[in-house]
């Protein structure tokens, strides 16, 4: 085994040659004879000569900086033939979902109460165990594993790392944790943190499990939807009880501070669902759900933050005939999710003979009956296309006009014949459709309102702002948004600030119902992410157990550090030699 740890530091011993050539080539003072001493007093003592190479004086002072470089030159390499900066290296895992904190001893003490607490505990009497020597790395697992601290830190860095540990996450598989903690083991055993019974599936795990089983309620349904006369939303919560014999519990829901609601729940058990089922004023403020305290808190809160308007506000610009044959008079009650609009700089989609300026998108259609065309199939279209999505043009007659221009690429064709074109233009999109509606059977087949739900859709999926405003834990919260911004998060005690172009997309939110997002300074919208997750809201199947490796496991990984006892020797030494070649310098002098 090398007695260096920092080998590339042996380069320092290179200092021992320089002091030996500068005691060699030393710069002589040439001789001048003069007739009288009192010609000493303003005679300058030039230095007439360059180095030469003379007798090397083995004076104190050489040996004192030979022995000085040489030491400097061990310790930079880290020399250690003692072994003694041999360290263990620890790989942790720390289960990252959110059944970690549930509160299964009430009565224990705070580190005893939950797995996270026991965990810790287990953690803290490891790092005593092995004392300063230990290296610690700590994965955190989830979709994307993290490493909380190391690789290979200090003690002190990663008891500093756990205190800000909370878990709080989604139920999630701890593969590619375990992927990225044996990259950093280097073959050695990796320890596993859970609140489940998990078998070891290797030689190298050991898995500590700190759970216990418990009964426990959650709310496992939350959600806020318009209703269709658009003044209202519809609250529908669901409660679960998971526990073996009959529980009660009970549900408030708070809106500006004010109880709006409250209602006791009897008798759940195995997972038996409640439903709860209101609505309220569409203009309503957030409402804030909380169940009475059990287990495990963080499924027994969540917000419902009101409704964005994501109506797509539809201009018809038709000619009377034209808007008849289509049938669009009663367009707002067919379709759903769009408002009617009297201006083109207020719409989002234009329906017309010709195209509105942009930010508004078009439908345009032809005016004129002019060289018509009639088609009865086969029909060729664009299937990947979004606006396509559930057409089949079966026994569709379709009559086009032959001087209606169809810019843009094809969408719908007829041998040679663009029936439908798409055109994208700076912040815009243009449809053109050509089609005679009086002569055309499209209007009256199921594909017509399928096409143009598909248009609707694709207008409101490029709105700008938020597609969703009440999230679960998991989801990413996506702000639509056509230019650059700067965008300011604030949750949680902390604030975060960071530039995007276009859309905004924020994933691993931590669960919390008052989320606030401001653009260039200004507020623009509040959401939630709620915590809802049978799979860790179901505490029964937690427990107790340490799973050892076989009888061929791997031992924790050591690794050798720069810092060591004979270092400190070297270093000491070092500064004795520097303290001794300048006390014989001063004596000299003297």
Do not use: C
């Not at 007695?3 to 320089?18: D, K, Q, Y």
């Not at 006369?229 to 409660?239: F, G, K, L, P």
């Amino acid at each position: 085994m090398s007695w260096f740890t920092t080998p590339f530091g042996l380069l320092g011993l290179l200092a021992v040659p320089a002091v030996v050539a500068l005691h060699l080539f030393r710069r002589r003072h040439q001789d001048h004879a003069v007739s009288s001493l009192f010609l000493w007093e303003d005679t300058e003592t030039a230095e007439t000569a360059g180095p030469r190479r003379q007798p090397l004086r083995r004076t104190p002072s050489f040996w004192l900086e030979v022995m000085a470089a040489l030491l400097a030159g061990l310790w930079l390499g880290g020399m250690d033939p003692l072994g003694s900066s041999k360290a263990v290296h620890m790989v942790v895992i720390l289960d990252d979902t959110a059944s970690m904190a549930a509160k299964d001893k009430p009565g224990a003490s705070l580190e005893e109460k939950t797995p996270h607490g026991r965990a810790l505990k287990r953690l803290d009497s490891l790092f005593s165990k092995h004392g300063r020597r230990l290296r610690t790395t700590l994965v955190k697992s989830g979709q994307r594993p993290s490493v909380l601290a190391g690789p290979g830190a200090l003690t002190p860095d990663a008891k500093q790392a756990l205190k800000a540990w909370q878990p709080e996450s989604p139920s999630h598989s701890l593969g590619p944790a375990l992927t990225l903690a044996r990259e950093l083991a280097a073959g050695g055993e990796i320890l596993v943190f859970t609140d489940q019974e998990l078998s070891p599936a290797a030689d190298d795990l050991r898995v500590i499990s700190v759970g216990q089983a418990i009964d426990n309620f959650a709310l496992a349904e939350v959600r806020r939807s318009r209703t269709s006369n658009e003044t209202s939303d519809m609250i529908q919560v669901a409660v679960r009880g998971y526990s073996d014999q009959p529980g009660s519990t009970s549900v408030k829901f708070v809106a500006a501070e004010k109880t709006i609601l409250e209602r006791k729940i009897q008798a759940l058990k195995d997972g038996e669902r409640s439903l709860i089922e209101f609505e309220v004023p569409a203009r309503l403020g957030a409402i804030e759900i909380s169940l009475a305290a059990d287990a495990l808190e963080i499924d027994n809160h969540a917000v419902l933050h009101p409704l964005p308007d994501r109506r797509v506000k539809v201009l018809f610009a038709l000619d009377g005939k034209a808007h008849r044959e289509l049938g669009l008079a009663g367009a707002e009650a067919t379709f759903g999710g769009m408002r009617r609009v009297s201006s083109a700089a207020d719409a989002d989609l234009v329906v017309a003979h010709q195209a509105a300026s942009p930010p508004a998108w078009n439908l345009v259609m032809p005016k004129e009956e002019d060289e018509l065309e009639a088609f009865a199939g086969p029909f060729a279209f664009e299937r990947r296309h979004p606006l396509m999505s559930g057409l089949t043009l079966e026994g569709v007659i379709w009559t086009r006009s032959g001087t209606f221009g169809a810019p843009g690429s094809p969408l719908i064709s007829a041998g040679d014949r663009t029936l439908l074109s798409e055109q994208k233009q700076a912040g815009s999109t243009n449809w053109f459709l050509n089609l005679l509606p009086g002569r055309s059977t499209l209007q009256r087949s199921p594909d017509w309102p399928i096409f143009f739900t598909n248009l609707l859709e694709l207008r409101r999926s490029r709105l700008e702002g938020p597609q969703s405003v009440n999230l679960v834990a998991g989801e990413a919260f996506v702000y639509r948004a056509d230019e650059s911004a700067h965008w300011t998060l604030t949750g949680k005690g902390k604030e975060k600030s960071f530039r995007a172009q276009g859309d905004l997309r924020l994933e691993s939110l931590a669960p919390f119902g008052f989320w606030k997002l401001s653009r260039d300074g200004n507020f623009v919208t509040s959401f939630a992410v709620n915590f809802v997750d049978p799979a860790e809201s179901d505490l029964r199947n937690r427990g107790s157990l340490v799973q050892s490796p076989g009888p061929g496991r791997a031992a924790l990984a050591e690794s050798r550090y720069a810092e060591s006892s004979f270092g400190k020797i070297l270093l000491l030494l070092l500064l004795m030699m520097i303290a001794a070649d300048w006390w014989v310098l001063g004596r000299r002098a003297a």
